[in-house]
């Protein structure tokens, strides 16, 4: 005899294993793996679901990186940061200083603080911020104090990748043990699986061996 609640659990397991197997991540890792049903099993409970309303932020740049993200329902957004050369473009691009820069040469300087001489206007009595689209802009200010985003009025950082349902985000940070080089924002609503870093690394141990082994 089975409970109802064992034949309940059952179908959840058996769904979510046909669900992982989909994942091209999981596609990759299996194909080095010989205990497969032993590490979809461990997986099952261990994963945890995860819930990011639109334009809030799934981590921030720099920050220490904890889990794995796997992407189910919406979209986001991987930003990382721009080169000092586009940030210099960017203020060499816009209307409030390109007069400024008519009559200089055209090389390369490599600080704003160079090009932005004593003849430009304040920009800090500026409520005008550039470098990037008015709702990334709006977006960033919203939910980030982090001046690391800005520079002085310049959004400083661009549009690497757009994620979608199935792409896994995080994963070189762990696999390196580094901080995020990049900042992910849910651009819709964000329904994920989350797996933490000292799971990630117990049941996945030699696939990561292999995969620092290519990158290096």
């Known amino acids: ?3 109802p609640q064992d034949s309940k659990n059952e179908h ?4 979510v294993y046909e669900f992982l197997q989909q994942i091209p991540f999981f ?3 299996f194909q080095h793996l010989q205990n497969k049903q032993q590490i979809l099993e461990n997986l099952v409970s261990n994963l945890h679901y995860e819930y990011y ?9 720099g920050e220490k990186s904890k889990k794995l993200y796997f992407l189910l329902k919406g979209d986001a957004r991987r930003y990382i940061p721009k080169t000092r050369y586009e940030i210099v473009q960017d203020y060499k691009n816009h209307e409030l200083f390109k007069n400024n820069f008519k009559n200089k040469d055209n090389a390369l300087l490599s600080s704003r603080n160079e090009l932005l001489k004593d003849d ?14 008015e709702e990334e802009i709006e977006t960033f200010q919203n939910m980030s104090k982090n001046s690391i985003y800005f520079d002085q009025k310049v ?4 549009l690497f990748k757009t994620i979608l349902p199935g792409d896994h985000i995080g994963e070189l940070s762990l696999i390196f043990n580094t901080s ?5 924002i849910a651009w819709s609503d964000v329904h994920c699986l989350t797996l933490n870093q000292d799971v990630y690394y117990e049941l996945f141990k030699d696939y990561i061996e292999d995969t620092k082994e290519k990158i290096i």
């Not at 309303?53 to 740049?61: C, D, L, N």
């Not at 430009?120 to 689209?133: D, E, H, L, T, V």
């Not at 995020?180 to 992910?184: E, L, P, Q, R």
């Open 180 to 184: 995020h080089i990049s900042a992910v």
């Open 120 to 133: 430009r206007k304040p920009i800090n009595s500026n409520n005008i911020y550039f470098g990037g689209s």
């Open 155 to 158: 959004f400083a950082f661009k």
């Open 53 to 61: 309303p639109e334009k809030t932020m799934i981590f921030h740049h």
């Open 12 to 15: 959840h397991t058996k769904v």
């Open 1 to 3: 005899y089975r409970r």
């Open 27 to 29: 596609q990759n890792c």
